[in-house]
C-alpha cells in the first residue's frame, strides 16, 4: 500500500484551520468550489467538479485537531478503499498540518500526481488561512 | 522504506527543464541558491545554505530525460542512504517531471516535511522554467 504524507506549517491557531477543513464553504475556497455537506460524523460532503464529484463520508472529527473522510462505498476510482487524515497540532504559537492519504493499490497510476496535487491544496489551505484567499481546483499548478 | 513521489506537468520541451535540473545557475534559480559544481556523472554538486551544505554525487545523467543524485557517503542526516531521481518524458508537447526520493528509513521524522519542500520546489521549477522566475530557498510556502 502506498501512502501520501506532507506536514505543512500555518500561521494560525488549530480552531480556524479546523473550520477551514470542515465547513463547505471554506473547503470550496481552497479545495473544490462546488463543495456541499455539513461536517458531522458519518455525513457525506460532496466535491463536483466537471462531470465529476467526489463523495466523502465523514469518519472521525475531533473539534480543532482531527478531520477524517473516506471515499464512499460505490467509489470505483484510485481513491476506492483509501483514507484521508488531516491532524492539526498547535506549535510554537502556529499550527503544523500533518496531513495523510493513505491505502492506495501499489499500482494505483495517478498516484505521484495525487501527492504532487494534494500538495499545491494544502499551499492553497494555508494561503487561505494566512492571507484570506486560496487557489482551489483549477488553479495554475494543476489541470492546465 | 519510504519514498516521496511527485509528478508535475510542464509547458516547456524536456531539454529545457534537463538544463534547470543540471546547471548549477539553473539549479540556484529554483532550489538552493548557493549551488556550486558541474553535473558530470561521479561529480559531486554542493547546495550550501546557511551554515549547512547538502552534497549531492551525480549517479546517473541521460541527457534531456535523467537526472541521479545521491547523498555522499559522509551524510549523517535524514537523507543518508536515499536517492533522488528526476526523470523528464515528453507528454503531448509539453513535459511531464516525475519526481522520486527513495530510501528513507521508515522512522525518518521529517519526511512529511520533505515531501511538502520539495513539492514546493518542483512548483518552483516549474515556474522558473514557464515564467523565467521561481521562488527558491527560502520562500514564503516554508521555512517562515
Known sequence: ???IWHEISIKSPPG???QALTQADKLAQWWIPDTRGE???GNILEFRFGDGCQLMRVSALEPDRL???QPTEEDDSDWAGTQVQFTVLPVDGRSTVQF???GFRGDAERYPYY???W???LLSL???VEDGEGFPFPNRWIHQ
Open 126 to 128: 494555508k494561503q487561505l
Open 119 to 121: 500538495a499545491v491544496f
Open 67 to 69: 478531520v477524517c473522510w
Open 39 to 41: 461536517s458531522k460524523p
Open 100 to 102: 495523510r492519504h493513505s
Open 16 to 18: 480556524t484551520i479546523y
Open 115 to 117: 501527492s504532487m496535487s
Open 1 to 3: 500500500m502506498k501512502e
